[in-house]
């Protein structure tokens, strides 16, 4: 069975986006009030797929108030974390440089949506490079939610 989204697994919880029906227990973010969230990443496979009883986990943390959620729709880049080189952590090293100091280091930091498009370029990059590969397909595989010019430096 293909996983269908809908929830993320953290360290010990399993969090689904909203409860199935009224008065299901467990851990879901439906009701929580994330008003203060700027962005949240999800670089989980099927973050940004909508189960059709748990609905999406992306999309559900902008409903709870974030200004902005990325997800994936299908694989996206799960981390090895016995391998510093790998294309996934190129990838989130890229996102975040981007955000944080601007995709040349210049210190004019990104918006989401370029600094997501600047990840995929390093991907595509560091792939055709060390590989010679084409673009691993899960890299463009995001979706953001909420407001894609958001950026987090400086931050509210």
């Not at 999800?42 to 409903?63: F, H, K, L, R």
């Not at 902005?68 to 729709?73: Q, S």
């Not at 391998?83 to 996102?95: E, F, I, K, T």
């Not at 918006?111 to 397909?137: C, F, G, K, Y």
Request: hydrophobic share 40%.
């Amino acid at each position: 069975m293909a996983p269908s989204g809908g929830a993320i697994v953290s360290a010990t919880r399993l969090i689904h986006a909203r409860r199935p029906q009224p008065g299901a227990t467990g851990n879901f973010l439906e009701g929580l009030n994330l008003r203060n969230l700027l962005l949240a990443v999800y670089g989980a496979c099927y973050s940004a797929t909508t189960d059709p009883m748990y609905g999406n986990i992306a999309q559900q943390t902008v409903i709870q108030g974030a200004r902005t959620a990325v997800g994936f729709d299908g694989y996206g880049p799960g981390f090895d974390q016995n391998d510093p080189g790998s294309l996934h952590r190129w990838w989130s090293n890229a996102l975040w440089q981007a955000l944080a100091v601007g995709p040349d280091g210049n210190g004019s930091p990104a918006t989401i949506q370029d600094a997501l498009e600047h990840a995929v370029r390093v991907v595509r990059e560091r792939s055709q490079t060390l590989l010679m590969q084409d673009n691993p397909w899960w890299s463009e595989n995001y979706q953001i939610f909420g407001d894609k010019t958001v950026r987090i430096v400086p931050a509210r």
